[in-house]
């Protein structure tokens, strides 16, 4: 909901915000390689997947949202910075390379290809193909 939920209780104290009731994702974005941002349109979602500190989506055109912590590239952006509301993972948003699931462990994130090959997103900072996934 575009912000990290903290605040200054007192000084030299920061606790944060706690969602009792969830709220609606209002928008869904895309940034170009020059920062400019564009929202995205027609997304409906079709899962979720949370980890520690990050959040994916995967819509019904099998694109990929991640926003959360983007230490360590665990979100799949080509810049390790965090992101405060859902951004499009341009890796699946070609055709053919679509995602069917998606996955958060506690610090990483994994989605199955259109193809039933796993992409480890966010181990490190790159992107890997795992060819032989039972």
């Not at 009731?21 to 027609?42: C, H, L, T, W, Y």
């Not at 994916?56 to 952006?77: A, I, N, P």
């Amino acid at each position: 909901h575009n912000s990290d939920g903290k605040f200054i209780a007192r000084a030299q104290r920061i606790e944060f915000d706690c969602e009792l009731i969830p709220r609606r994702v209002a928008i869904f974005i895309e940034k170009s390689k020059d920062g400019q941002i564009m929202p995205v349109p027609n997304v409906v979602v079709r899962d979720v997947a949370c980890g520690a500190n990050h959040t994916l989506v995967l819509d019904s055109q099998k694109r990929v949202f991640s926003w959360g912590f983007g230490g360590y590239g665990r979100l799949g952006h080509t810049e390790q910075k965090d992101e405060m509301v859902p951004r499009l993972v341009k890796l699946f948003d070609f055709p053919g390379r679509g995602a069917a699931q998606i996955y958060a462990g506690y610090q990483c994130s994994f989605a199955i290809n259109e193809m039933g090959k796993m992409r480890a997103e966010l181990i490190g900072t790159r992107h890997a193909a795992i060819d032989d996934i039972y």
